[in-house]
């Protein structure tokens, strides 16, 4: 009985072609998909390019050469707000930096100010001047960071540390050897000042000074630098003093939530959207969309009725998981209101238009459960609703911004992660609504196969 | 929604008081409650010839109408239509007077729902017309004329009895009182007054049906479609839909059914139409199509015991049934003496069985015994 139960199931499978692919093709489709999205990150050992800004307040040589220093990185790419893309050095005052910031143009606003040790007289007259010239070197770096992304504050503290280090480095290289040629001039002046007054041995003296060895000069001329080139220019340097200010989310009771909350409802829109427009396969099915047709109701009444009905039941769905964030997890909804509204009124009816389009394409509501899950789910993973698009290479990232997640993502986070008003929501919505003009046209399209045939 | 939307103010409890067909039909039932009725006097003349194809005979009829000064209230000329190179519909061509009751049979795959589909305007036709009350069927104009009950149960099973008579009568343009009235109306009219607020997934199959075919008859249609309406519901519930069928068309209401049960076509309808291969092979009452096809003779099929010493004329052996079989037109007059004359002739009768001629019989002369698709 149970090899007969065994055979039976076998041959089920074997003539339902749909289960067939869900059971062995579909899992290796998921498979190489969230592979090439995630995979390709270390496929060439390459971290995706952070979008930085610099804010040099200190203007000397060391800062300047740290900011070319993390230019050369390949690491960062340095964006030039308002500044011509030939301006050098690349950067900006802190007032745009952190508005690059806030606009989330750039992950981080990298600021050099005026080191606390340059203004701290005590701390420093101990020190012996060369030291004290290299202390003073050392800049303060302010990371004004966007705590959206959680990793690029910490890869550009270690690139800004590796960077000021190095240029102190050779800044103190310099000035030690500049302050040895110095010194040794002076000696030289001396001895042949001494020399002057004994007439017999000017020739010979004159030999002696010709051979002389500069490190022992240095170190009768000057006893205090003795000490400090004895033990390399390296030993006098200090890393430099960053301090990394969260310019989003400090003021957040939240700020996860606020981060993952759009992720989460525009995935789900495109479920209970696609789900909800099987309804038209159903009614075709069992004849129903035949007996509408045969009434008053048009094929485009019966369309804009179902976005419409999709639209109203997107925008509540997402009102109440906003609203379940604002009372359960401090998200700041109606503070951000008009913003909110706008934009998930446009995702709904973004969403609608898929799903309704999906439905029209597919011939079974068995067919399009399985092609929207599929598209969905892949393109809530390039969209950016599972994981952030950050942790995603250049590529994928460049890919992602083909699903129309991200741009409802990135609407999301300008309104409740950036609070920017509504007019820095253009880019997003106007994406928005033409997916949503497109997948309706495109829906019309398909079907014009249940019209009057 | 280039549609227009077109009001409609037919009077009806006027059609119904003035309607001298209905009026006569339901004479006429009393009269004969069991037989096929007509309203109207039929000339059919059957030519048998073969058809294109050479498959078959076919039976063409001209039907001579005494009321032919009103529009028809569904008339098709000459329509075909072809799916690749398959021709669905070869030239058919059918007049349906207003309050008349039709069955459209045939196999399977002889072309009626592709019939229906295009009487209900859903289906392009290659050549010809198919006008209701003089209107083609492409028009948004004529929607209001027509209501269409799917073989299917094309309701919203998720939904109560009440919800889906509210929700199709506004699709046809009820809306307010006239809504309420109707729909009030048809829940008695289907005797699920009382189940109006149960959602139609929990009824039994003829519950089904009967809420099926309320949403078609809503919006009063002069022309009724029903594609096979009492397709897997029980005897009880089939005489149920029948009589809501008969109430409808008792006011005037023109009703063309699709249907694979005869003895139903036979007994409900005035008129009836068997397509074959997308053409119409017979086309009018039943005593016509029996009396044109098998012959209106009764067979008497008789056991007899015994051997007959001599031949007996119109007494022949059939051996598919192993029983003797004589065809006669009266059995009060021509039995007894047949009877007697096997006697004579050494037989011993030991049972009787009398078939009347009926649609079964004709449909099977006319369509043949090989099975379709």
New interface residues.
Partial sequence: MIRTIIHISFLRLWHNKAELLLTFIVPILFFSIFAWIFGSRGSNGATPQLKVVACDEVNSNVTARTIELLEASGSLRFHLGEASKSASPKTVSRDVAESLVRRGLVSAAIVFIASPAASNENATESLAPAQQSLQTQTPAVEVMADSFDQVASQVIVAFVQKASMTAQAEKAQEDAAESLRSQQQASQNRQFNDLKFNDVNRAQAIATADRIDPTANAIAISPSLQSAVSAGPLASLAPPNIMVVDVLGTNKSNPIVAMYAAGIAVMFLLFSATTASGAILEERENSTLERLLCSRMTMDHLLMGKWCYLVLIGCLQTTLMFTAGALFFGLNLWGHFDGFAVMTVVTAGAAASFALMMAAMCKTRTQLGWVSTILILSMSALGGSMVPRYLMSETIQSVGQLTFNAWALDGYNKIFWRELPLTELTRELGVLVTCSFVFIVLARIFAMRWDRA | ???R??SSSVDWPAIILTSQASLSRLVSRLRYPMRTIFTRKSTTVFDQHQDDSGHQNTLSSQLTSTTTHQPMALELTNVRRSFGKTQALRGISLQVESGQRLALLGPNGAGKTTLV?AI?????IDEGEITLFGKSV?K?ST??E?G?V???????SDLTTIENLRA?GR???LSGKSLSTRVDWALEWIGLADRKHHLTKSFSGGMKRRVNIA??VLHRPKVLVLDEPTVGVDPQSRHRIFEMLGELSATGTTIVLTTHHLDEAQSQCDRIVIIDHGQVIADGGISDLIDHTIGSERQVYLRIEGFLTASIPNLEWDPSRELFVAAINDPAEELPGLLHRIRTCGGNVVDIEMHQPNLHDVFIHLTGRELRE
């Fill in positions: 929604m280039s549609r939307l077109v589909r209900c305007g859903r289906l392009r492409s948004a929607l209001d027509l269409v799917p073989q299917d149960l094309a309701i919203y199709f699709l046809h343009g949403c078609g």
